[in-house]
Structure formats: structure tokens, C-alpha cells
């Protein structure tokens, strides 16, 4: 499931964030890459450890853990704490899958990367190309969003970002592994609980939503893998 979730964050925040950015300490991206990745990635990323990445990261964290769109069309078991990333004029990642696992820093705790996930922080209108451009089951999508929107997709997805031609793309990325590992079960789920929230707000039958919700939960107690 490919999904454009609005507002994780507001523009103010975002527009905030990339003032900040804009004279942190970037580091070569290609310390992060994979040794097929590698060859692909032109960017720049802050370091991990970088207080300014972290406090960015937790403040992610925060609006994501209260963002009732996001919770349902993921079902996070664990997230990722989020990196940072900077395109400048001519920067690209050309196509790559993402690593399957990866290590939360200074644990030894994994997560598996079932969903991927882009914040925007840039307008888009302060930069040219810098699309994230994804192969999906239908066809080649391509990703531009305004800033605080977030995209999220299966991590199983190739996927590339276009070179920036002017200005600087910022950006957010991280993994999700959800409790619900195949993505056709994730996104039956998330539309049946679409279509639960827009009765309720209805003020649809009581008893029909109870049993709606039944089968809601019960399809995730069938298929929860936590």
C-alpha cells in the first residue's frame, strides 16, 4: 500500500526544522549505504548521533505516535528513529530496495523494514526535481509533497529519488515493521477501519459497528506477527 498521509507535522514546524538544517553539520551519505547502495547515493545526511537529528527525530517520533492516520494505516510495532537527509543541485539516489533489517542505534534490538517512509520538510516549491519516484503494483509513482506530509510504502518497493536540478530537498526517512507483516492484510485493515471511522462519525447503527470492529480486531489477532 502507497499512501500520502497529510500534516505529521505543520508547515511552520517544517519550515522551522529546515532553518535549522540549513547550517547543521551534513555528512557524506554514503556512510549509511549498503555495498550495492553505494554506488547509487549522492546526498548528504546528519549523523545519528547529532543532537540536533535526534531532537528533530523525537519530535517526529511524538507527531507520529498521535497521528490517528498514520497508527492505522501502519500498525507500528517498531519505528525506526528517524534520519535526515539533504539533495542539493545535482544529489541523487539512483534505484535501490532498502536492507531488510536494520539496527536501532546503540541497541541491539532490530527492526524490520516492512514500510518505508519520506517526510517532506522542503516547500517544493523552494526546489526542482528531488521526486521520489517508486515502483508499485501499479506502475512507476512519482512523489513530490508539501511540507509535513509523509509517504509511506512497502519497503520491498524499488525505489529512487531524481536528481535535484535547483535548490536543496530536506527530508525525514525511516522504517516501520507493523504488527501486520504482509502489506495486502495491512491495507484490507486499514480500509475497513477507514470505513468503521466514517460510520461512527455517522452516527451509523451501534450494534452493526460493534460487529464491524469485531471482525476488525479479530482479523488483527489472526494476523498480528509482534
Known sequence: MLLSIPDIISTEAAR????RLETADWKDGKGTAGHLAV???RNAQLDIADPLAQQIGNLILSQLSQHPTFISATLPLRILPPMLNRYAENETYGDHIDNAIRTIPGTQEYVRTDISATLFLADPQDY?????IINDTY???SVKLPAGH???YPGTSLHRVNPVSKGVRYAAFFWVQSMIRNDTQRALLYELDSSIQALT??????SELIRLSGVYHNL?????NT
Open 39 to 41: 554506488r547509487q547515493k
Open 150 to 152: 509523509i509517504i509511506v
Open 220 to 224: 488483527v489477532r489472526q494476523w498480528a
Open 128 to 132: 526542482e526535481g528531488g521526486e521520489l
Open 16 to 19: 522551522q526544522i529546515v532553518d
Open 139 to 141: 506502475g512507476q509513482q
Open 201 to 206: 462519525a455517522e452516527n451509523a447503527n451501534a
